[in-house]
């Protein structure tokens, strides 16, 4: 179905008149569609990560190799989501279009495609878990980090997430059974 604006009442979650091109850094999350828990397993307030899991902590540690401009800080793979913090330096330009500085909607939109092919690999050689449809959700939340004690602040919540996991009782593993990894 094509896109109408008549029909479809799509609002942005993005903050309105803001430049995601300019030099900053952001915090992501991105959640698995669905809420299939495939990247990994917490015990003991530690994570665990599968197959998928570690190919997701890769793709991710090697965005700034392909992506000039991009750094990467914290990240935690967590069993059904993803938590980091992406740093757009100022000369983030794509090789495939030179004139026009990536976005962090063009990060988000590459790691979910990377991870999305390899995962899909995955199930076809590698007997993963097989998802409906898209890996991903359709689409991400963000915020943008404004000053040292907000960046210091998301870094201890994404570093204490799988603490926090445990104690949060709609994640329980029975709901979404995973494989002894």
């Known amino acids: ?3 109408d604006a008549a029909k479809h009442h799509r609002r942005s979650i993005r903050l309105k008149g803001y430049d995601y091109s300019q030099a900053g ?3 992501v999350t991105i959640c698995i569609n669905g809420g299939l828990h495939t990247l990994g397993k917490i015990h003991d307030s530690q994570i665990y990560l599968s197959e998928p899991g570690l190919m997701v902590q890769n793709v991710w ?3 700034p190799l392909y992506y000039p401009g991009v750094e990467v800080d914290v990240f935690v793979s967590m069993p059904d989501h993803i938590h980091g913090i992406i740093f757009l330096t100022g000369n983030n330009i794509s090789g495939d279009r030179p004139n026009k500085p990536m976005t962090l909607g063009d990060v988000v939109h590459r790691f979910k495609s990377l991870t999305t092919a390899k995962y899909r690999h ?3 050689k590698l007997g993963w878990t097989p998802f409906p449809k898209k890996f991903w959700q359709r689409n991400y939340h963000e915020h943008i980090i404004r000053d040292e004690e907000s960046w ?3 870094r201890e919540y994404i570093l204490n997430n799988p603490i926090a996991w445990e104690d949060e009782p709609l994640h329980l ?3 979404h059974p995973l494989p002894d990894l």
């Open 25 to 27: 850094a952001y915090f």
């Open 1 to 3: 179905m094509k896109y």
């Open 61 to 63: 540690d090697e965005l």
């Open 122 to 124: 995955g199930v076809a």
């Open 173 to 175: 593993e029975k709901y």
């Open 152 to 154: 210091e602040n998301i």
